[in-house]
């Protein structure tokens, strides 16, 4: 008798508990987690970038769900590293599209790994925010393909405007082999006819050279030069940064928006006092006036930032977190994740104050960012400075 | 004019003295067992990294460059031990592979150890440019060139004078020779490795203040130094200095007066001419078919 009972409550009991795991899926469904999708080079040679971005995505993702999600739904992240291979990175699109089935993909580190994945996102129909510079990504306008960082256009035109303002009119340039630096170039050169200033050279450097005099000593002995742009990333800059002094080149010396991180400055050491360089406004983050709308978003990311990860903030990790954010943001608005809805959404965003500046997109603009986005700022004493 | 070409000639004689290091130690090894060993960039790399790391945490710089000088021969002895020596009947195509996976292992864990970032080393003697009739150099351009000089007459004599120099040569000429004479073969093998991580590591720590430090700066400097080997005559000292200097003038000169888009195609151009036209570099032995 008391067998039966104990046999009758354990039956019970189990069914009552395969009812209620049979009801979880069902539970979850209600708050169906947003798919967001990431591809980063988190390793290789732009692991610099890709890496950072991968960190701020985790976290911020981490932190959104903690705090409840988007509309009670959690985020559900899942980030592929390219390794900074282009082809790696339209197969992990696929599989993003495919098997993942995510709802939107913030990522392409590169210019290469983005534009790898643009014709499997512009095919399958999927959201797709880019982390990289070049202006092709978004010129001409493709219909699910949005990106957040600064153009290198934007840095050239920032830079000759400075030019302008210091009433110089001829530009060495000595850019990169990279994919960034010869973007760079091309952008600089018709950005120059535009603006009417004279190049006077036009040299380049390897990304990996360790010694920079040659093409510099042509720079020096060109009588015309009036000022030297550099277009590159990485430990490139500071090579040439530091043979620019050794050679004793006195012209003012710009470099682009790629060394916009305090290891430039680390590297290139006391040479690098007096360069000037256009910049998002996170690495003056301190400096920005109270009024500046960047200034709250841009000192909060530092501070969450530094503290998760204790070593600097770069403005790579910015543009993740805009990227991110500008899709969350239009999930909100969108009322869920139907990827038509989404991409509207995202096209039609509009006054988001990120880390890269004031966002508003449309139709025709898919990047949202205007030329107040970026500061001119100068090398002093070893940190950034706003050129005012 | 004249400054022009003088500061061309200092800019290729810099680049050029770290060449010759990192060719010198792909002949060394090469002598030893005939394997060229692509992880010498490798040791580079880790002679660079460990001075930067260990002085930035407060360790004095000589020190620091005899712990990584240290850690290197261990690294290579390592290398040659488990990776080269367990394939000692393997091909010598095989082998290179072998040092290839090295390389891409060695890399790999320096990565974990000391993350992707650049690492700076400051110049061993400031950084106020030296001024030579018009043209300029750095100080620690003359480090690099005075420290590959030096090791390079240091070589010359371990190789002339000691009992282990001689065994390396011997062996280099007739493996089963000098096996026969008592040489024990696999120690010579071990010691060139050891020799040639020692030589790269040295070589890592002069040129860091110039090239900065990071895990994969070895990889350009390795190719670049094979060059060298091969345009000398693989297996020829003297021959890889003079290869890396070729290599790194050349480069300059070719960045100066005809356009630095092409820089790089100059060394290569070089090395195409001299493998069609002189296949044993330009101080190499004629081949002889050994059997």
Same mark, same amino acid.
Not at chain 1, 270 to 290: F, H, I, K, M, T
Not at chain 2, 109 to 119: I, S, T
Not at chain 2, 171 to 185: K, W, Y
């Given at each position: 008798m008391r067998n039966r009972l104990l046999a009758t409550i354990a039956f019970t009991a189990m069914t009552a508990m395969t009812a209620v795991s049979g009801l979880m899926p069902g539970a979850a469904q209600a708050a169906d987690p947003i798919k967001v999708g990431a591809i980063v080079s988190a390793t290789g040679p732009a692991s610099f970038l890709g890496d950072p971005e991968k960190k701020v995505l985790e976290l911020y993702a981490d932190r959104i769900n903690q705090a409840g999600g988007v509309g009670g739904r959690p985020v559900q992240l899942t980030v592929y590293d390219d390794g900074g291979a282009a082809d790696k990175a339209a197969s992990f699109t696929k599989r993003l599209i495919e098997s993942d089935g995510v709802d939107v993909i913030v990522g392409g580190t590169t210019t290469a790994a983005t534009m790898a994945a643009v014709p499997l996102v512009e095919r399958a129909g999927v959201p797709f925010i880019s982390l990289a510079g070049a202006v092709v990504i978004v010129e001409p306008v493709k219909k699910w393909v949005f990106k957040t960082p600064h153009t290198d256009r934007m840095a050239a035109e920032k830079v000759m405007d400075d030019m302008k303002k210091r009433g110089l009119t001829k530009l060495a340039l000595l850019s990169e082999d990279s994919g960034f630096g010869k973007s760079g170039r091309e952008q600089t050169v018709a950005v120059a006819k535009e603006r009417g200033i004279e190049l006077v050279a036009d040299e380049t450097y390897g990304a990996k050279d360790t010694d920079v005099t040659a093409q510099l000593t042509k720079v020096k002995n060109n009588a015309a030069a009036q000022a030297v742009l550099v277009f590159g990333l990485g430990q490139g800059p500071a090579v040439v940064t530091k043979n620019y002094r050794q050679l004793g080149i006195t012209l003012p010396l710009y470099q682009s928006h790629g060394v916009?991180?305090?290891?430039?400055?680390?590297?290139?050491?006391?040479?690098?006092?007096?360069?000037?360089?256009?910049?998002?406004?996170?690495?003056?983050?301190?400096?920005?006036?109270?009024?500046?709308?960047?200034?709250?978003?841009?000192?909060?990311?530092?501070?969450?930032?530094?503290?998760?990860?204790?070593?600097?903030?770069?403005?790579?990790?910015?543009?993740?977190?805009?990227?991110?954010?500008?899709?969350?943001?239009?999930?909100?608005?969108?009322?869920?994740?139907?990827?038509?809805?989404?991409?509207?959404?995202?096209?039609?965003?509009?006054?988001?104050?990120?880390?890269?500046?004031?966002?508003?997109?449309?139709?025709?603009?898919?990047?949202?960012?205007?030329?107040?986005?970026?500061?001119?700022?100068?090398?002093?004493?070893?940190?950034?400075?706003?050129?005012? | 004019m004249f400054a022009e070409l003088l500061q061309y000639l200092l800019s290729g004689l810099t680049i050029g003295a770290i060449y010759a290091l990192a060719g010198l130690g792909f002949s060394i090894i090469?002598?030893?067992?005939?394997?060229?060993?692509?992880?010498?960039?490798?040791?580079?790399?880790?002679?660079?990294?460990?001075?930067?790391?260990?002085?930035?945490?407060?360790?004095?710089?000589?020190?620091?460059?005899?712990?990584?000088?240290?850690?290197?021969?261990?690294?290579?002895?390592?290398?040659?031990?488990?990776?080269?020596?367990?394939?000692?009947?393997?091909?010598?195509?095989?082998?290179?592979?072998?040092?290839?996976?090295?390389?891409?292992?060695?890399?790999?864990?320096?990565?974990?150890?000391?993350?992707?970032?650049?690492?700076?080393?400051?110049?061993?003697?400031?950084?106020?440019?030296?001024?030579?009739?018009?043209?300029?150099?750095?100080?620690?351009?003359?480090?690099?060139?005075?420290? $590959?000089? !030096?090791? =390079?007459? &240091?070589?010359? *004599? #371990?190789?002339?004078?000691? @009992?282990? %120099? /001689?065994?390396?040569?011997?062996?280099?000429?007739?493996?089963?020779?000098?096996?026969?004479?008592?040489?024990?073969?696999?120690?010579?093998?071990?010691?060139?490795?050891?020799?040639?991580?020692?030589?790269?590591?040295?070589?890592?720590?002069?040129?860091?203040?110039?090239?900065?430090?990071?895990?994969?700066?070895?990889?350009?400097?390795?190719?670049?130094?094979?060059?060298?080997?091969?345009?000398?005559?693989?297996?020829?000292?003297?021959?890889?200095?003079?290869?890396?200097?070729?290599?790194?003038?050349?480069?300059?000169?070719?960045?100066?007066?005809?356009?630095?888009?092409?820089?790089?195609?100059? $060394?290569? !151009?070089? =090395?195409? &001419?001299?493998? *069609? #036209?002189?296949?044993?570099? @330009?101080? %190499? /032995?004629?081949?002889?078919?050994?059997?």
């Open positions: 916009a991180s305090k290891e430039y400055i680390r590297l290139a050491g006391g040479a690098a006092e007096g360069v000037r360089l256009p910049a998002a406004g996170l690495v003056v983050a301190a400096q920005l006036a109270d009024s500046d709308p960047q200034k709250k978003v841009v000192t909060e990311f530092t501070k969450v930032y530094e503290d998760s990860f204790s070593t600097e903030v770069s403005t790579f990790a910015g543009h993740a977190y805009d990227g991110l954010m500008i899709a969350l943001d239009a999930v909100k608005r969108a009322g869920g994740t139907d990827k038509a809805k989404l991409r509207d959404a995202i096209e039609q965003t509009k006054g988001y104050v990120g880390t890269g500046g004031t966002v508003t997109m449309s139709a025709k603009d898919h990047m949202g960012l205007t030329l107040d986005a970026f500061h001119m700022v100068e090398v002093k004493q070893g940190d950034w400075s706003l050129v005012k | 090469y002598n030893a067992s005939h394997v060229i060993n692509f992880a010498q960039g490798e040791f580079i790399m880790i002679g660079g990294m460990a001075s930067a790391t260990l002085t930035a945490s407060g360790v004095p710089l000589p020190l620091a460059i005899m712990i990584g000088c240290g850690g290197a021969m261990l690294v290579g002895v390592l290398v040659a031990k488990f990776a080269v020596e367990r394939a000692r009947n393997a091909s010598t195509v095989t082998l290179i592979i072998i040092t290839i996976g090295a390389s891409i292992f060695l890399r790999g864990v320096a990565e974990l150890v000391w993350g992707k970032d650049f690492k700076r080393l400051d110049a061993f003697s400031g950084e106020t440019p030296i001024q030579i009739m018009g043209a300029s150099m750095q100080p620690q351009s003359l480090w690099v060139v005075g420290t $590959a000089g !030096v090791l =390079i007459v &240091a070589i010359g *004599l #371990f190789f002339a004078r000691t @009992l282990t %120099g /001689k065994a390396i040569l011997a062996t280099s000429h007739n493996r089963l020779a000098a096996q026969l004479v008592g040489i024990d073969v696999k120690r010579v093998v071990l010691a060139s490795f050891a020799l040639s991580a020692a030589l790269g590591a040295v070589g890592g720590a002069v040129v860091a203040p110039i090239t900065f430090s990071y895990t994969e700066m070895g990889i350009m400097l390795g190719l670049k130094g094979f060059t060298a080997a091969v345009l000398g005559g693989l297996g020829h000292g003297p021959g890889a200095v003079a290869g890396g200097l070729i290599v790194g003038i050349a480069e300059a000169l070719g960045a100066g007066y005809i356009s630095s888009a092409y820089k790089d195609a100059v $060394a290569f !151009v070089i =090395i195409l &001419a001299v493998l *069609l #036209f002189m296949p044993n570099g @330009l101080f %190499g /032995k004629r081949g002889t078919e050994r059997v």
